[in-house]
């Protein structure tokens, strides 16, 4: 029988293998949760009893031939794309992948510098060399926009060797680029187009999105399905255009995934797959509609700034996603990481993250009316109990990077540690970052400002939360020698 | 033929009433509906399997969780009542003549048509011309209210489901913005005995605390709620429930209740030790 949509191919197979039931002398040793009841009592027979090991009826990740095929394969239509891979190490192992596909030691990639750590995290594992293309920055909102066409021409000129072009599709503020236009220009030069669709699964099945990456003819695209897709935590799509080799990006992938892939993560990719084909578009339709609702009731509270397709330039912000709703919090005198613990500590309500000046509230296929009302609501208390008149605040200020080296020679270079005061002047070989949303302030190889180490102070101040640094409170920087 | 109606009190106890028949269910955007007949406490009403009122045991609850702010509250003219779909709060509020104007906010529209249907005997008067009814969610209502109230009751369902937002601090800072400067709040504040309840009564409490300058608690005896120790809060921004409340003038009124009286009222306050210690805990 032909399989269609409607089918979850690893779905199916694990409820006839429970069906079975086949003693188990292999991996796990917990064999079906009866070797730890406190935690088959946790998490429930049903999870522990199809936490299985690979085998000829539920196929494997690592050379698929059967079931997890056929669901690659829908996932694939689902998509529009050439090939679908399942990934289990997070959209983090996605994103290593594909740069480890299009680049090798010493190949030039150019991406925005607000990527995701894992994107630098790849540069170190394959040496490959950054061509950071400024993003453009809206100086009241404090935030990075998306690559102006412009400067991707600028850096395609200068660069005329490198080998990809990276692309965030959106920002994790719901901000796009002109994907189509820099996918133009990319294989125009003969240049690879990959992009982070981290925060963009829902392009694929909402209406009035903006444009995914397979419509928009890119070649490799990282989407985490756990975001506002629906899936396990730690549960990614690779997906993959006509001009990749799949064979070898398995072979890519391998390198550095698990052998035991995990079936729960993977029959919850293939749920949503199918659950989001069926009716993702109703489903990111109400999304929509809620963070509509949440915009304009949060702007009548007045003070606070939910911004929406307003933003929109023609260029370095091409296009916004309507399903997030972030929200600029200095004209009520808190940061926006204030709001974010005011949020949690105060009113039980845990926010995706807080930056110097914004809110995001992550909207998804899981959202209730009633939660929006509640969100709005402590929104206006904290207007009304914390709000003063915003001076001295500190925005988010992009900090151009200066490269001295690449992430990966200063990553394994000969090092000392200072402390943070000290190391201004010097070359950085560590990361830091707010998490989230996890861009770099600083990343291996570049250069140690004054203003970084002031925004760094402030960030800590503030109370956000810096991660990435040997030193675990962030008061000494690992410094090339 | 023997039909039950059993409502889980713990995950070790249950609590069943024999019904006599079954009158009305339906599913409404928000929960399930159900009105039964039973022999020992006549018509019921429960809302996604938990028990709403009975004829029997409801002028406990109503008369409580009202007349215990009216009567310490000097001149309560406007009055909020959010929940309290089923009409019983405002059958009691409109017994006071100086009252000017009663908002009810119920979130589900279909829980006041099917009171009036099947319930008269408390959604009585829900139809007098000083009460104006807003079917839409309570938290949504009371963000827009600003120092407008000088009495808001708080007749919610349990702190999971439809009524969950009732139990926020969000919710009660709002409350407190909605009232005048010496208005009072009252709510349903579930029940010290078993753990859960009391877990979230103590959560309650806890955010109301934070949310007003007094915060008391009072109790009384409900047969048909979970152990049949039931609590409510009494929060207000200026007067004491026991030490500004005005015997005299009540008893002149001449309300004839059937739980309520000026003694009880007082004593009302008066807690057990293990639930004054639980209250403490969170203050």
């Not at chain 1, 370095?316 to 997030?324: A, G, P, Q």
Request: glycine residues 6%.
């Amino acid at each position: 029988m032909a399989l269609s949509q409607v089918n979850a191919p690893i779905y199916e197979a694990l409820r006839k293998f429970r069906r079975m039931r086949i003693v188990p002398f292999d991996v796990p040793g917990h064999k079906r949760g009866r070797g730890n009841m406190e935690l088959t009592e946790f998490l429930g027979e049903d999870c522990m009893n199809v936490d299985v090991n690979s085998m000829k009826p539920l196929d494997n990740l690592c050379h698929p031939v059967s079931v997890i095929k056929d669901a690659e394969m829908l996932a694939a239509e689902a998509f529009k794309a050439e090939n679908a891979f399942f990934m289990v190490g997070g959209t983090t192992s996605a994103v290593q992948s594909m740069i480890m596909y299009a680049c090798k030691s010493n190949d030039k990639i150019i991406m925005p510098r607000n990527v995701h750590r894992s994107a630098i995290n790849a540069l170190i594992l394959t040496g490959a060399v950054p061509v950071y293309v400024d993003p453009d920055v809206n100086n009241q909102l404090g935030i990075s926009l998306g690559m102006s066409v412009e400067q991707v021409e600028k850096a395609i000129r200068e660069n005329p060797q490198a080998k990809a072009i990276m692309v965030n599709n959106p920002t994790y503020y719901g901000i796009c680029s002109d994907l189509k236009k820099i996918v133009e220009l990319a294989h125009a030069h003969g240049m690879l187009v990959i992009v982070d669709e981290a925060h963009g699964t829902h392009f694929y099945f909402g209406e009035n999105f903006p444009v995914s990456a397979m419509e928009a003819g890119a070649d490799i695209s990282s989407v985490s399905m756990h975001k506002s897709g629906g899936s396990l935590t730690q549960s990614s799509f690779l997906l993959m255009g006509k001009n990749i080799n799949a064979d070898y990006m398995r072979q890519v992938v391998n390198l550095t995934q698990t052998t035991s892939a995990s079936y729960l993560l993977l029959s919850s990719l293939d749920i949503s797959r199918k659950r989001l084909a069926l009716s993702g578009r109703e489903i990111f339709a109400q999304t929509v509609e809620m963070a509509e609702y949440a915009r304009s009731e949060i702007n009548s509270i007045g003070g606070y700034y939910a911004y929406s397709k307003e933003l929109i330039n023609g260029d370095s912000v091409y296009d916004f996603d309507l399903s997030k709703l972030v929200i600029y919090t200095l004209p009520i005198g808190l940061a926006g990481i204030e709001v974010y613990d005011l949020l949690r500590d105060e009113y039980d309500i845990q926010i995706e993250f807080g930056d110097l000046g914004n809110i995001l509230a992550y909207l998804s296929v899981g959202d209730r009316k009633r939660d929006i009302e509640r969100l709005i609501s402590a929104m206006a208390e904290i207007k009304r109990r914390f709000g003063k008149t915003g001076t001295n605040m500190l925005s988010q200020e992009y900090i151009s990077p200066i490269v001295a080296e690449p992430p990966r020679r200063a990553f394994y270079a000969d090092k000392i540690s200072l402390p943070l005061e000290e190391s201004v002047g010097r070359v950085c070989t560590e990361f830091v970052m707010c998490y989230p949303p996890g861009i770099p302030i600083l990343a291996p190889g570049e250069l140690i400002t004054e203003d970084i180490v002031k925004y760094i102070r402030y960030a800590k101040e503030k109370g956000c939360q810096m991660t990435g640094t040997e030193d675990i409170n962030i008061e000494r920087l690992n410094v090339l020698i | 033929m023997e039909l039950w109606f059993t409502e889980r009190h713990t995950p070790n106890v249950k609590f069943s009433i024999k019904v006599d028949r079954q009158l009305y269910t339906a599913q409404s955007e928000f929960q399930r509906i159900d009105v039964f007949d039973s022999k020992e406490f006549g018509r019921f009403l429960t809302l996604d399997g938990y028990m709403m009122l009975t004829e029997k045991d409801e002028f406990i609850y109503h008369e409580m969780i009202t007349h215990v702010p009216m009567a310490v509250h000097p001149n309560p003219k406007n009055i909020l009542v959010i929940g309290a779909g089923d009409g019983g709060v405002i059958r009691e509020l409109t017994r006071y003549s100086n009252v000017e104007s009663i908002d009810l906010v119920e979130i589900d529209e279909l829980v006041i048509e099917v009171s009036r249907k099947y319930l008269p005997s408390t959604a009585c008067c829900l139809g007098d011309e000083r009460v104006h009814i807003f079917c839409e969610d309570g938290v949504k209502f009371i963000r827009r209210c600003d120092n407008k109230y000088d009495v808001i009751i708080v007749d919610s369902t349990d702190p999971f489901g439809p009524g969950e937002s009732l139990f926020t601090k969000e919710f009660y800072g709002s409350c407190n913005k909605a009232l005048r400067d010496d208005g009072i709040m009252v709510n349903q504040h579930e029940s010290p005995f078993y753990d859960e309840d009391a877990l979230a009564m103590q959560r309650a409490h806890r955010k109301i605390v934070e949310s007003f300058p007094i915060s008391r608690v009072y109790q009384a005896h409900i047969p048909t709620y979970p152990s049949g120790h039931w609590l409510f809060g009494f929060a207000s921004k200026k007067y004491h429930p026991v030490h500004d409340f005005n015997s005299v003038k009540w008893n002149m009124l001449g309300l004839k209740t059937k739980y309520y009286n000026t003694k009880l009222h007082a004593g009302a306050f008066a807690l057990p030790n293990y639930v004054e210690e639980m209250l403490r805990e969170v203050e």
